[in-house]
């Protein structure tokens, strides 16, 4: 198969490029990129043995070839050449196609199986299908001919795509009909066209058939049946996408009764009529302008008048919700301020002419999406505040003004779904409970909910929406059970439970700022895991005893470079010192796979959880590690900070990182910079290899904090991520309880601590499992510390023990959660 090397001078141009038209062809071509220089302070530019390693790369004997955008590329490439061997420079060829539907055509050419001749026809030919659209003189370009006789067979079949036969499609279409030897050709019968070769993407798109519209196609040759079979499958299948039918408006479908399920958000029941709140949503037209000076100044003043509006919310949610819960605004405030957004919007009005709205919402698109394809959950949760201060700017631009909900009398609300603004407004005395289609746990308005006492249910069915204003439901926040129209018995059962979780909440609130102790006088830290400041300040109010896991990976996402030592030693010491004299354990930087930062240009993995990431990715930037680990013992001159590495699968790994870090003191000691050189070390036990060598790895550092989320999908060898099998990745299995007690034994044999900061640590349920395994330490989120407190004090040492016995004889996650719950009664 032939190869393609894409060369220019933006990095990030030729990732996204490379990924457009990876995209078209499902990935299935040998690609390279060269771009960019290796200096932050300049990083555009080419560079000749990038190019000539890229071209090395995806050489084969069909040939390489090489697409450049501009100037200094075109000079770079050609010097690359002369690296090569004079047999392999021969088979090499630069093309001179345009950039992005020069590559596009030359991938689903390539993937074809096309010869190096009929990728580059097809890539000289790529303006084509953009110059017909603007019916421009075309017929210098050169096309492929491929078209079928006359009198050949033909089928005629209607488009049914949104968007017609666009690039996706036309890709699917291409790369099916080069399956076959026929001379294929297709046209446009609405649009009464000439039939265009049918294995040429840039004819195919120069058709511009759209949505409803029927082409013809007709194929000669050996296997010409078959051809078109293939081809009327791929049209009649919607080439792979969803159709949204109309929707039918005769007869709404009223929920009248029943029980609904969704996420539960925020514990407490709630029982009374429902209210419908639809969000204003402003909608903005990719517009453009012709002064690009006053379009930033209406967005200036318009995040101007942002910030003011966010600090008074603020003041009013730390009246209601406390200093610690208010202080989500205060990342609200950073986003305003977010130097790669403001650099993005900048570049959309000056560059490309928009609108201060079209370029504000570009920015923020692009920040939401790729918040939302991490894999985190609590930081995929953090594009709906992205979102909601999104929408204040493009409020204030389009002159509309923003206003609390108003709810006239105690009532549900309903609503697709709640921004942290809109539920930091809600009325306390009026709202009796939320209910939302979308939304999450980890959401900022779950929180909040939480905080401010507002029983709440997330994720329910689309059905709720269908509610009457008025209707009665009930809803169990803490199950996520909803009831249309609950009957007498249904609610005075609910009533009644309402009234013991007023008790409970009654006892957390008195342990809640106690140390963890067992009835028999056993202490168990419980610390908190965080993503920043505002989480720290959380923690410590909900009454954690430190953080036991801090994300830093919040300081590397969405940027365009790699956050310096100083800016990481600010933020440090932020957190350290909210939370002094409580300890902060720093986990370093956990990305690569699942987690995409840009500016490091990783690419796609097949299967990222088995892929580089964590401490694998981090060995391979020993520079970005040395700056972290430089930036934390820095700090930990001041405050007890210790430091743990990710992801650790064998020794070499940790003593790998451990000798980063010696350097790193080395370097801050020959310039006389203080740290504490006795900082305690640790490593993550998420991988069944640490567990199987945890002996000799115990040996290596102070700590183990074992992160359940990763062990158990390892352990049990199924994607979380993934609903066909999620449920097997389950930390009440016996298989993952059985390396936590074997990680566990091997500490404690070496004389070194164990803390779990995985979800299961979270959970009440697990408690007395854990607590009878031997952990020492329980980081858990911020939300559940008083519940977890308050379990650890309704044991003693030798029942959780007994416990921790009997699970492990069981065979199963359900018979171990059965098992617990009835001995906890």
């Known amino acids: 198969m032939v190869g393609i090397v894409i060369v220019s001078h933006s990095a990030k141009l030729a990732e996204g490029v490379r990924e457009l038209a990876l995209q078209m062809v499902q990935g299935d071509v040998k690609s390279a990129i060269a771009a960019g220089m290796d200096d932050a302070e300049n990083p555009f530019g080419t560079d000749v043995m990038q190019v000539y390693e890229a071209i090395e790369s995806v050489y084969s004997d069909s ?47 390539a993937s074809a199986g096309a010869d190096i001749e009929q990728v580059m026809a097809e890539a000289r030919g790529a303006l084509g299908a953009k110059a017909a659209q603007l019916s421009l003189d075309i017929s210098h370009l050169e096309v492929v001919t491929n078209e079928a ?93 969803e ?11 009223i929920v009248t009764s029943g029980k609904l399920s969704g996420i539960p958000a925020s514990k407490g029941i709630a029982i009374g009529p429902v209210i419908l709140y639809h969000a ?66 900048r570049k959309g009005i000056f560059e490309g002419n928009l609108s201060a709205a079209a370029a504000w919402k570009a920015a923020i698109d692009e920040i939401v999406a790729a918040y939302e394809t991490l894999e985190d959950a609590y930081l995929q949760a953090r594009s709906a505040d992205v979102t909601d201060v999104s929408r204040r700017v493009l409020q204030l631009l389009a ?27 809600l009325d306390l005395t009026q709202v009796l409970g939320i209910c939302t289609v979308s939304g999450s746990t980890t959401s900022h308005s779950a929180i909040l909910a939480r905080s401010l006492g507002i029983p709440a249910v997330m994720g329910v069915d689309a059905q709720l929406l269908r509610l009457e204003n008025g209707t009665v439901i009930a809803l169990d926040g803490e199950t996520g059970q909803v009831w249309v129209e609950p009957d007498a018995d249904l609610l005075r059962e609910l009533q009644g439970k309402r009234e013991s979780l007023e008790a409970l909440r009654r006892e957390l609130a008195e342990v809640a700022q106690q140390p963890a102790v067992t009835r028999d006088g056993h202490q168990i830290r419980v ?6 400041l505002a989480d720290a300040k959380s923690a410590l109010a909900a009454g954690a005893e430190g953080v036991g896991l801090l994300r830093s990976e919040f300081l590397y996402l969405d940027k365009a470079i790699a956050p310096t030592e100083e800016e990481q030693v600010q933020i440090y010491e932020a957190i350290a010192e909210s939370l002094a004299p409580h300890p902060l354990i720093i986990r370093t930087l956990d990305i690569g796979g699942d987690k995409p930062v840009s500016y490091l240009n990783l690419g796609q993995e097949a299967n990222p959880f088995l892929g580089w990431r964590g401490i694998r990715l981090l060995l391979d930037y020993p520079d970005l590690l040395i700056t972290q680990l430089r930036a934390i013992l820095r700090v930990s001159h001041r405050h007890p900070i210790k430091v743990m590495f990710p992801m650790i699968s064998c020794v070499r790994e940790i003593q790998a990182a451990k000798e980063i870090l010696a350097t790193a003191a080395a370097q801050l000691r020959s310039t006389g910079i203080p740290f504490n050189q006795a900082m305690e070390v640790g490593m993550m036990v998420e991988v069944p290899a640490a567990v199987v060598m945890a002996d000799q790895l115990a040996a290596e550092v102070d700590f183990f904090s074992i992160g359940t989320n ?116």
């Open 63 to 109: 040939g390489v070839v090489v697409l450049m955008d501009l100037g200094s590329a075109v000079m770079s490439a050609e010097m690359a050449l002369e690296f090569l061997p004079e047999d392999r420079r021969s088979k090499v060829k630069l093309c001179e196609a345009p950039l992005v539907e020069g590559t596009i055509a030359a991938m689903v050419q």
């Open 149 to 241: 006789k006359p009198g050949a067979s033909e089928v005629q079949l209607t488009v049914k795509n949104p968007m017609g036969l666009h690039a996706r499609p036309a890709a699917k279409f291409v790369a099916t009909a080069c399956r076959f030897a026929s001379k294929i050709s297709v046209r446009n019968v609405t649009a009464s066209s000439v039939p265009v070769n049918a294995k040429s993407i840039n004819q195919v798109i120069t058709l511009s058939v759209r949505q409803g519209q029927m082409i013809a196609i007709s194929a000669d040759g050996s296997d010409a049946t078959d051809a078109l079979a293939a081809l009327q499958a791929l049209v009649e299948a919607n080439f792979g996408e």
């Open 243 to 253: 159709v949204h039918q109309p929707k039918q408006v005769a007869t709404p479908n």
């Open 280 to 345: 204003a949503v402003p909608q903005v037209q990719t517009q453009y302008a012709e002064n690009s000076e006053t379009e930033w100044e209406q967005l200036q003043t318009a995040i101007q008048t942002a910030q003011d509006q966010i600090q008074n919310l603020r003041q009013k949610a730390v009246a209601q919700a406390g200093e610690a819960n208010a202080a989500i605004f205060d990342a609200h405030l950073l986003y305003l301020e977010d130097p790669a957004i403001l650099a993005a919007t």
């Open 399 to 425: 002159g509309e003004v923003s206003t609390a909900i108003d709810l006239k009398a105690p009532a549900i609300l309903i609503a697709t779904d709640l921004s942290p603004s809109e539920t930091a407004q």
């Open 527 to 532: 610390m908190a895991n965080v993503c920043g």
């Open 710 to 825: 990763d062990l158990s999908q390892y352990v049990m060898a199924a994607d979380r991520t993934n609903p066909k099998v999620a449920r097997l990745a389950d930390a009440f299995e016996p298989a993952v309880l059985w390396m936590i007690a074997q990680t566990i034994a091997a500490a404690h044999h070496a004389g070194i601590w164990v803390g779990v900061c995985g979800e299961l640590a979270s959970s009440p349920l697990a408690v007395p499992v854990l607590l009878g395994l031997g952990v020492d330490e329980l980081s858990v989120s911020v939300p559940v510390i008083s519940t977890v407190k308050a379990a650890i004090s309704r044991l003693t040492m030798g029942e959780a023990q007994a416990i921790a016995g009997e699970v492990l004889r069981l065979n199963s996650a359900p018979a171990v959660k059965d098992y617990v719950a009835g001995e906890l009664g």
